[in-house]
Nanobody, 125 residues
Framework: QLQLVESGGGLVQPGGSLRLSCAASRFTLDYYNIGWFRQAPGKEREGVSC????????NYVDSVKGRFTISRDNAKNTVYLQMNSLKPEDTAIYFC??????????????????WGQGTQVTVSS
């Protein structure tokens, strides 16, 4: 079974940057649609960004457009989420997830079968 491991979370001041990583072993992530999701306390899980398999086609939720960038490094079998100009409302646990069935990636969590354990992002002064 595909296992995903997120890293790169932490505490950052408003306006700062973080880069989250989503890595896998034994499976080639380029064959999968990869989504980044986040969940804040008391809120539903929200799709933040996704990148379609075998391509660089990407989607973003409106609230992060122009600030976040999703990308793949196939040599490292890793998907990144570069987060710039962070705001307090970006505070959440961030999860990456993988889907091999759909042609294009989706922003809905029900499309994804494999999930990482999450990494905490806290934006606060």
């Amino acid at each position: 079974q595909l296992q995903l491991v997120e890293s790169g979370g932490g505490l950052v001041q408003p306006g700062g940057s973080l880069r989250l990583s989503c890595a896998a072993s034994r499976f080639t992530l380029d064959y999968y649609n990869i989504g980044w999701f986040r969940q804040a306390p008391g809120k539903e899980r929200e799709g933040v960004s996704c990148i379609s398999r075998r391509s660089s086609s990407a989607n973003y939720v409106d609230s992060v457009k122009g600030r976040f960038t999703i990308s793949r490094d196939n040599a490292k079998n890793t998907v990144y989420l570069q987060m710039n100009s962070l705001k307090p409302e970006d505070t959440a646990i961030y999860f990456c997830a993988a889907d091999i069935k759909s042609y294009y990636c989706s922003g809905h969590h029900s499309s994804y079968a494999s999930w990482g354990q999450g990494t905490q992002v806290t934006v606060s002064s």
